[in-house]
């Protein structure tokens, strides 16, 4: 899984995910490890095309492969630069995310694939760093037991693959809560998509927007467009880029904010498989999602970070002391999301 690696100049760091494990042994010890093994190709081949499959182990082996292939791929030097071993990184990858939904629907309340959480990728293409799409193939392996899942996403960006790959299936829900695609990549998630039978939920907010405004629109969106669909199962997606530290975006929500989030979702009572995402300010994602972790496993979050973890990681709490000011910016414009899905009918 760690080595899933764009590079040294590249955004999405896999020194994240090693720290997160470290302070995960820490701070909540009982929590039982798998060791997954990579994906089965034919789990991968739930949701992409063989030939982007066959794409991406060709690249992936140092081949060639032709340019209008190469294009339609999504892969190119700035995003998704190919890299010798990609393939077998992201089977890894979706691998902890397949055994998590596997334990899910063997009766485990809640799993975990913290190295998954890419949820940009499409059926044939690459995209946003993600070249499997591990969020789609969790959720269809809770589809052979369950009739109705949802895809909850609090990242910071439109979980436009998942969206994507589930447009047309009215018995998987896609709820999304997001900076604007107006401002942001990857440009979608407007509350004009909304799939099958109002499948797909979309918020997104403005820029600067804080974490109570925030947290007002998930409580006031997310809970209805549930209750309306009434899934059997949820897949979490845990990106913590939202944050207002992160350097790739212009939300303003605290950690303790997200945390609530994370404690509304697991408070329906239903199986769950959370996964990572994005998260880009190194300080932030191991304790968010640590956080994340013995939140949704019931367990007190500690006021403070474990003397053992280095002081040069620039973590020394896993709440922000102070919350960003003014508070509730952007709450005009989030009301009139809301006001929106309401009247389209996607919160029932």
Known sequence: MLAYDFGPQHPLRPERLRRTVALLEIAAPQLPVVDPGMADPREVLRCHSEQYLETVRCLSEGGSVETGIMEESGFWSGDNPPFS??????????????????????????????????????????????????????????????????????????????????????????????????????????????????SAVNVPLEPMTTGDTWLMAFRE???????????????????????????????????????????IVRDLGLPIVALGGGGYEITNVPRMWVGAVLTLLDEPVPASIPDSIPAEWGMTTFTDPELPEPRKRGWAQAEEVVATLKGQGSLG
């Open 221 to 263: 969106t997310c809970l209805p467009a549930l209750d309306r669909f009434q899934p059997q199962a949820i897949v979490l997606q845990l990106g913590c880029d939202a944050h207002f530290l992160d350097p790739l975006g212009h939300l303003q929500v605290s950690v303790q904010e997200y945390l609530e989030a994370v404690r």
């Open 85 to 198: 071993g990609m393939y077998e990184a992201s089977l890894a990858y979706c691998g902890g995310s397949a055994r998590a939904a596997d334990l899910v629907v063997k009766q485990a309340g809640v799993a975990f694939g913290m190295s998954g959480g890419l949820h940009h990728a499409r059926r044939s293409q690459a995209s946003g760093f993600c070249i499997f799409n591990d969020c789609a193939i969790a959720a269809s392996i809770l589809r052979e037991r369950h009739d109705r899942v949802a895809y909850i996403d609090i990242d910071l960006h439109h979980g436009d693959g998942v969206q994507w790959i589930f447009y047309d299936d009215p018995t998987v829900l896609t709820y999304s809560i997001h900076e604007s695609g107006r401002y942001l990549y990857p440009g979608t998630g407007f509350v004009e998509e909304t799939g099958a039978e109002l």
